[in-house]
């Protein structure tokens, strides 16, 4: 019973001292801006812009399955006015941040996961320990910021082509006039909607960025062990973007 | 490639922030360079209002609630932020109201003298009203979910009298009621038959009336000609000659009567005679009836009847035997 009791408290030590570590080396990684500085654009642009494409597709496709769900639901009970403000509350609130967040998880976090791994397995990594490259500020800290900068960019242009795909969808296919489709959107429009998604959307974005980072980093074994790696980032990275978005909305809303 | 690389991501930041900024401007339908002004409504209580409701002045929105807080004594004040150009009523006040089904409430602003007829929010704004302070008095209407509470109270309220009619008026009052009308009904129908034959006779009596009224009025036209000529009867001695034929008359009546009174004397002693027969008679009958004498025992004594019955019978027989064999009874020798 004491043995045990001394392995858990060994535990919880080496995890306190750990985090201890890890929260020193990062704030010593982020404050190496020379390092990680020259990197962040090529970062933005291959987690962020790069990502651009795949996140209005799924955009596109919502703000068409939410006009007409939103018709589906109201009709004959609720003025059809209120498509628009379905569809406007529920892209820029939930479906906006989380369907990117989920779509940027698979690609980003992979992306991400799979490159360290794959510099971690084939000793790229300890290369540049070698080299006395901080590793962290090298290679973690660029893609943490890029993904945590460019999430917000990309939800916010998803759920601009969320709205406008719901619109257009709702003024062809229902008997609804683009006046009545605004008049619900702004019915119901508070810019806190606006904030809170973004604000969701940055926190998926280090969220997924850093389950990539550290996973690539941990990655053992090869070939397989990238793969599993790869899976694992991508498995957190959903798993933290539902964690992080109920936990906003029991914080903010 | 570091600059391409720049050049996407910082594209990239400008479209999204002109997309986060630009939307949020035109959805909050904020109109930049146009001021605004910010009044203050005091409410005794505000419902569903919320920071961000419209703010309309005769059905046209102009503005919206910036603001709202508790304020001393149990107010509460909203800040109505309104277009500066907006012509506001002289005496403005604030009803906030639900602007349909689904919880949006507004404020509609009013001069007080257009406000609804309507005791409670009449009360309530003269109560918000307080002189120099600034604030415009304010009102609440009931939402749709109060209106229908109360249209459901008073539904309830009516069906239990329903049901306190019904239970009062059960199947036997009702019968009782059915069976009165039938009655009345009745009678109604028998009145009006019994006017219907009375009319004619009625018709008739006055028809009579009117012509014994006519045939009075005859008569007494008669009457008059009859005066009138025994007025001039009187004047020429017929009269005379009238009275001398009546005693003629007189005593040719005296005669007769004189005849008359022997022939009922005559009469009266064949009155007697007759009664004496009568009397005779009605004796006979009696002793008859009673069974004295001869006729009586015959009357009265069916024995007499049946020997003399049987004695007749025997009679017939013995004829009818002689007449068969009068040999029997007869003989004729010569010698």
């Known amino acids: ?253 | 490639m570091k600059r391409r690389n720049e050049f996407f991501v910082g594209l990239s930041v400008i479209v999204a922030f002109l997309v986060v900024i630009g939307g949020a401007i035109w959805l909050s339908e904020a109109e930049l360079g146009k001021r605004d002004v910010v009044h203050v409504a005091r409410f005794r209580e505000i419902g569903g209002l919320n920071v961000g409701a419209p703010v309309t002045l005769r059905g046209v929105k102009v503005g919206r609630v910036n603001a709202i807080r508790l304020a001393q004594n149990d107010w509460v004040e909203a800040d109505l932020k309104v277009k500066l150009d907006v012509d506001l009523p002289a005496t403005p006040v604030a009803i906030a109201a639900s602007a349909s089904l689904f919880g949006e409430w507004h404020v509609t602003v009013l001069d007080i003298t257009d406000a609804p007829v309507d005791a409670v929010l009449r009360t309530a704004l003269a109560e918000a009203s307080k002189p120099g302070s600034g604030a415009w008095p304010g009102a609440t209407l009931p939402d749709f979910g109060q209106l229908t509470q109360q249209a459901n109270r008073i539904a309830t309220d009516l069906g239990t009298m329903t049901g306190r009619v019904s239970s009062a008026l059960d199947s036997s009052a009702i019968q009782d009621v059915r069976r009165s009308l039938r009655d009345l009904r009745e009678a109604a129908d028998r009145l009006a038959d019994f006017a219907k034959k009375q009319t004619d006779p009625f018709n008739r009596v006055t028809t009579n009336l009117a012509a014994t009224s006519d045939e009075v009025g005859s008569a007494s036209k008669r009457v008059n000609t009859l005066l009138g000529r025994v007025d001039d009867a009187t004047k020429d001695g017929q009269v005379n000659d009238i009275m001398n034929s009546t005693k003629a008359t007189t005593a040719d009546l005296r005669a007769a009567s004189a005849d008359a009174r022997e022939l009922l004397a005559v009469i009266r002693s064949h009155q007697q005679t007759l009664a004496r027969i009568l009397e005779t008679t009605d004796t006979l009958l009696t002793k008859v009836q009673s069974g004295k004498g001869s006729l009586g025992l015959l009357a009265r004594d069916s024995t007499l009847y049946l020997e003399t019955t049987k004695t007749v019978q025997q009679m017939r027989q013995l004829l009818t035997d002689i007449q068969a064999n009068p040999r029997k009874y007869f003989r004729f020798s010569v010698f």
């Open chain 1, 1 to 253: 019973m004491t043995d045990h009791l001394n392995r858990i408290g060994v535990a919880q030590l080496g995890f306190i001292r750990r985090t201890g570590r890890w929260a020193k080396d990062a704030a010593h990684a982020v404050s190496l801006v020379r390092t990680w500085g020259p990197l962040l654009a090529l970062q933005m642009r291959r987690l962020g812009v790069d990502s651009i494409p795949i996140a209005l597709f799924l955009a596109v496709f919502t703000g068409i399955v939410l006009a007409l769900l939103a018709s589906y639901i109201f009709t004959g009970a609720v003025p059809l006015y209120f498509v628009g403000a379905l569809v406007a509350k529920t892209v820029m609130m939930e479906l906006g941040p989380v369907l990117t967040g989920m779509a940027l998880a698979g690609r980003v976090g992979a992306n991400i996961a799979a490159e360290l791994g794959t510099m971690k397995v084939t000793e790229q990594v300890d290369a540049l320990e070698t080299l006395a490259v901080d590793v962290h500020a090298y290679l973690v800290v660029p893609r943490v910021f890029a993904a945590t900068l460019m999430f917000p960019v990309v939800t916010a242009m998803a759920v601009a082509v969320g709205v406008v795909s719901g619109w257009i969808t709702a003024t062809s296919l229902l008997d609804l006039s683009t006046p009545e489709f605004f008049k619900g959107v702004r019915q119901f429009y508070h810019f806190k909607d606006v904030w809170f998604g973004l604000l969701k959307s940055a926190s998926f974005g280090a969220a997924i960025s850093l389950m990539g980072a550290l996973t690539g980093l941990r990655t053992q074994g090869g070939a397989e062990g990238v793969g599993r790696s790869t899976t694992r980032a991508v498995v957190l990275g959903c798993e933290a973007i539902l964690v992080l978005d109920a936990f906003w909305a029991l914080v903010l809303l």
